[in-house]
């Protein structure tokens, strides 16, 4: 049986009882380590779990599937996916492969960003399509982002906004020279997403958000130190040193929204009285 | 300290370590029981927590909070929601009064269903908001849900419909002579759903979706016996055999699909031709 076990968003006492049995019981334990991570380290969960970990980087899971399903028929494998197993795309390879060569798959839901985003006080009801947010380089920035949130902003829902992580790269010297020296982490952080996006609205410029946008920053959601932080897309350019050390998400609100979410979020506001300003001209009342 | 704890969805292993240490600790435990139920009944959790549970109806939880949060400056009291505790908007009314009376609040996320139908093999990222779908009575037939899911489908997403259940009702003559008796509970199927949509469009006749739109009816998500059933939504009509007992939930398909999805949800089709049929005509290479 492959078992694919949600570890939550945290920390490593945020498995499920169910998934830490089926951890103990399996013969081969693999982490995902590419699509998201815990504020916790490999090691702090080798020694919760009692179990030494393979860690599954991207071209192990996408080239390599066959190898983490050896055996699986038989005995079980458990396969470890900070959040829910269902956040990424590669999991769907992962269990078609499965399928074709017969092993029963099993899933532990837990925790995922999608849902614990509620914790923001507004309404998981009301959010449009997630879109991703990744690091612009000068050759490279994707702006598809830009149309979802149109969209999602056109029929008035919030979007959350999933912030990019880079694990493992390699500089291109050492890529060109194959040697396997990996760049340290690096994590998006609310600052750079909202610069990001104030730097595509300027491009294109249809007006889709601007500077004056009501969005939260979202940091180390569902951990100990969780915080948000409220503001403009203007302020949270500036707003990363209330938000701490990573991961962060953004959540960019639409315009129908609840009186009981503006009292639930305005707690977070950088600034209250331009919270209660802009909520009031551009957001309370409206639909889309 | 209020501690929101969520349960997951199915038994009562799905509770995170964290919050399963939050209910051992904590000086009372209520089990909010009127949005959503697990799989196995108050006693198997009382058991498996070694903790008595008062269960929290919709009454107790909108009119007597302050029960709930009597002393939780000094002491811990743990509220238990089934899923996310932040998949209904009464919890944010409990954290605010939490905040009125300086009780300090922390959440322990866990699997929602909003996440979980990820196994149905759906990208999460082709979501639009997620509606409600209520029984209809002879003079009550709410039909905003329709609204929504043409917003979503006029851009291409899917549309998770989450089915009505209905605890500790009274009947109109019990009501009426105060008699505390209360029907069994309901839970809406994927066929009354189904249905119920359909009956709504040949009302309003407006196109958002017909006959042989394709949907996935899902049961028991995350518990041992999940199951998923794909079809049209005629289809789903008579399928409720096929899925078993509750809970039920409805994916209605949207045209942004991605080849992956296909491949996987096919698996799942009551009849593969006519699955294969409509998705070439209708779903295949579109965008809305």
Known sequence: MLYLVGLGLSDETDITVKGLEAVKRASRVYLEAYTSILLVDQSTLETYY?????????????????????????????????????????????????????????TIPNASILSAIGATGLQLYNFGQTVSMVFFLDNWRPTS????????????????????IKVKEQSLENMARGRKIYEPPRYMTVGTCAKQMLEVEEEKGEGVYGLESLAIGAARVGGKTEKFVAGTLQELCDADDLLGPPLHS??????????????FVREFAINRHTWDRVWEADYKGKQS
């Not at 983490?68 to 197993?85: M, S, T």
């Open 250 to 263: 953004l959540v960019l609100l639409g315009r129908r929204t609840h009186e009981l979410e503006y009292e």
């Open 145 to 164: 982002f830009y149309d979802r949130i149109k969209e999602n902003r056109s029929i008035g829902l919030h979007t959350l906004v999933l912030l990019d």
């Open 50 to 106: 009692g179990r030494s970990i393979t860690v599954a980087d991207r071209e192990m899971v996408e080239s390599n599937s066959d190898e983490i399903l050896r055996g699986a028929k038989e005995e079980d494998v458990a396969f470890l996916v900070v959040g829910d197993p269902f956040g990424a795309t590669t999991h769907t390879d992962l269990v078609l492969r499965a399928r074709e060569l017969g092993v029963p798959v099993r």
